[in-house]
Nanobody
């Protein structure tokens, strides 16, 4: 199983970026997908989550109204559209695959991360 993130980079405050995470080696529609972020001084935190099927997306309070998570099951890809970026959004962003209920709960997978840096 591989999760490969891309789309990170350096952007000015107020700008936008779109992160992508392409999954391979798994049945993508059997997984809820999430984006997390981590800095050297903060623990890894949930940014957004999208279910495998019907259900609501979930966002951290700090990104509500600015970030949008979406998925394209035909492309095995989950996206994170980030707008109105702030310096405090600077972090390494990771995608995570979580199996649906009933599947082996040990089958949780992480990507390698992509750096997002927002300059003031």
């Amino acid at each position: 199983v591989q999760l490969v993130e891309s789309g990170g980079g350096l952007v000015q405050a107020g700008g936008s970026l779109r992160l992508s995470c392409v999954a391979s080696g798994l049945i993508f529609t059997n997984y809820a997908m999430s984006w997390y972020r981590q800095t050297p001084v903060k623990e890894r935190e949930l940014v957004a989550r999208i279910p495998w099927g019907h259900g609501n997306t979930v966002y951290a309070d700090s990104v509500k109204g600015r970030f949008t998570i979406s998925r394209d099951n035909a492309k095995n890809t989950v996206y994170l559209q980030m707008s109105s970026l702030k310096p405090e959004d600077t972090a390494v962003y990771y995608c995570k695959a979580i199996p649906v209920p009933g599947d082996n709960p040990a089958n949780v997978y992480w990507g390698q991360g992509t750096q997002v840096t927002v300059s003031s």
